[in-house]
């Protein structure tokens, strides 16, 4: 790596990040069926019609899984919790599951790392996806539930705390894409569940502050969206697309409204009454993480909402066929603290490279995540040094896992995992971290 612990401020956080879904293996504890499941059991959803219910096997493997985070240096382990682990049917708690969470939260301070929590990644129980799931207007309530049942038995143990990973994954690709679960390509559900996310990520900022938590925050993903040409069409496309991935939730929390260019499409499709809701919306928070890996390209193409398409970048790719673009997240960093945070405590709470990584002789020499993850940090610190209050970086991810639609084909992690033996191989990018973070 080319840097070191001593390059950034002191009190730094360096970690490392997972969800449940991807690690812990939900076929155990008495975890009850998500809405991914259902996606993933029908032919096309998956690769191969994987699903998470072995993965990497953390539910059991947890303490050696922590000993390597623990060996590397990191601060801080960035985690979620399973709703349909804590409450199978979506509403009634279960001893198990919280049984399990306080295990591996008490697991974590043993060897000095801070849980950061973060409440949904993504497995919806599927009881509340019949009833609608993030399309239902009562979905704040299910979440301001849940909230108060994990945080209830955890909170008092928690170093940081966001409701919901990546909302535009939830609302967008979920509903309008289609490309994850619930699988629905229909505009007036994406409307809706965009807003329902918000408003149940302040109904949870709400529920926490209730319980005394502090340092609570939101988790936001990021691709910078660069116009195909200097073009008016390619310029109005780009701030399209920019107002839908980047700026809609954040503009819903710190400016009390969504992007005009969001509701030339949303407008008609929205709940009733959704003007006031910005102050449920917009509680205060603690901090702000961003999740970024890459940019896009943005071309127009039709007159149709939204008018755009994806046209290929010049720059090198991951395995996920993503440019490597460092200057985006410097851009994404700089331009949330000038337009939305000030000196709220900004996050890097995701970032890492997919790469075809195979184990030789024992070791697994992935230059490639060495080169990314350097490159990365160094935007990191120009951003610090051009004024923004970045706080700490989480590395995506500690473990190889379960890629969601991609199965277990794309590997994000610094440690190898044999998928069918289990056995963990800390890659080459690993020790090369160790050793920048050594103190």
């Known amino acids: 790596m080319d840097f070191k612990r001593s390059d950034f401020p002191e009190g730094f956080t360096f970690g490392a990040a997972t969800s449940a879904y991807q690690i812990e293996g939900h076929a155990t504890g008495g975890?009850?069926?998500?809405?991914?499941?259902?996606?993933?059991a029908t032919p096309g959803n998956v690769v191969r019609q994987e699903n998470g219910d072995l993965a990497c096997d953390h539910y059991n493997r947890y303490a050696e899984d922590f000993d390597l985070m623990q060996a590397a240096g990191f601060d801080a382990y960035r985690f979620s919790t399973s709703w349909a682990?804590?409450?199978?049917?979506?509403?009634?708690?279960?001893?198990?599951?919280?049984?399990?969470?306080?295990?591996?939260?008490?697991?974590?301070?043993?060897?000095g790392l801070a849980p950061y929590a973060t409440l949904y990644h993504w497995e919806l129980p599927s009881p509340l996806a019949d009833e609608g799931g993030w399309r239902s207007p009562d979905m704040h309530k299910w979440f301001g539930d849940y909230t108060a049942c994990i945080m209830g038995r955890i909170g008092d143990r928690m170093a940081a705390v966001a409701p919901i990973n990546e909302p535009w994954c939830v609302g967008w690709l979920s509903h309008f894409l289609g490309h994850h679960a619930p699988g629905l390509r229909d505009i007036r559900a994406t409307a809706r569940a965009m807003h329902h996310v918000l408003k149940a990520h302040g109904t949870a900022i709400q529920t926490m502050r209730g319980l005394g938590l502090k340092n609570l925050g939101g988790v936001f993903n990021f691709e910078w969206a660069e116009p195909v040409d200097d073009s008016d069409a390619a310029r109005r496309a780009a701030d399209l697309y920019d107002g839908y991935y980047n700026r809609f939730f954040l503009d819903g929390i710190y400016k009390g409204r969504y992007p005009d260019a969001v509701m030339e499409g949303f407008a008609p499709h929205l709940p009733d009454g959704w003007q006031d809701d910005f102050d449920l919306i917009g509680q205060p928070l603690d901090w702000v993480g961003l999740n970024y890996y890459t940019r896009?390209?943005?071309?127009?193409?039709?007159?149709?909402?939204?008018?755009?398409?994806?046209?290929?970048?010049?720059?090198?790719?991951?395995?996920?066929?993503?440019?490597?673009?460092?200057?985006?997240?410097?851009?994404?960093?700089?331009?949330?603290?000038?337009?939305?945070?000030?000196?709220?405590?900004?996050?890097?709470?995701?970032?890492?490279?997919a790469n075809a990584d195979v184990i030789v002789d024992g070791v697994v020499d992935d230059a490639e995540r060495t080169a990314f993850v350097s490159a990365h940090?160094?935007?990191?610190?120009?951003?610090?040094?051009?004024?923004?209050?970045?706080?700490?970086?989480?590395?995506?991810?500690?473990?190889?896992?379960?890629?969601?639609?991609?199965?277990?084909?794309?590997?994000?992690?610094?440690?190898?995992?044999?998928?069918?033996?289990?056995?963990?191989?800390?890659?080459?990018?690993?020790h090369a971290l160790k050793s920048a973070l050594a103190r």
């Open 296 to 353: 896009k390209i943005i071309a127009p193409n039709t007159d149709a909402w939204p008018s755009h398409e994806e046209a290929p970048g010049p720059l090198p790719k991951t395995q996920m066929g993503w440019e490597i673009y460092p200057d985006g997240l410097y851009k994404f960093l700089t331009r949330t603290a000038r337009e939305y945070t000030g000196d709220t405590p900004l996050f890097v709470t995701e970032n890492g490279l």
């Open 85 to 111: 682990r804590v409450m199978p049917d979506g509403r009634t708690p279960n001893p198990e599951g919280l049984d399990f969470y306080d295990r591996l939260v008490d697991a974590m301070l043993e060897r």
């Open 31 to 40: 975890a009850g069926s998500t809405h991914w499941d259902t996606f993933a």
């Open 377 to 430: 940090f160094d935007a990191v610190k120009r951003a610090i040094d051009a004024g923004a209050p970045v706080s700490g970086y989480f590395l995506w991810s500690l473990l190889d896992n379960y890629e969601w639609a991609l199965g277990y084909e794309k590997r994000f992690g610094l440690i190898h995992v044999d998928f069918d033996t289990l056995k963990r191989t800390p890659k080459a990018s690993y």
